[in-house]
């Protein structure tokens, strides 16, 4: 789990998780699982007028409860991003 395309940020019960000082197997591979499929699909992905790249945030109350968001330089690039997802 190493250097991300995509900028991502979990945040389980309210604490920020950095996904690589995990430590439980089952969960690093949980996360990997998740930032990998939305690299898949959004990939190298900009704003057709900023140039930005979207930003993902997974949270949720639990690591089996992950909720993903998508924040981006406007809602052109959030609504793009969240066609391909
Ligand atoms: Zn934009």
Redesign the pocket.
Known sequence: MSGFQVAFAFEVNGEAIDPTKIKDAKIAKQLDAIVESVVDKVGDLR????S?APKFICSGPSFDDLNLEVQ???D??VDIVKAVL
């Open positions: 704003c057709p007028e900023h930005e981006g330089c406007c052109k690039l």
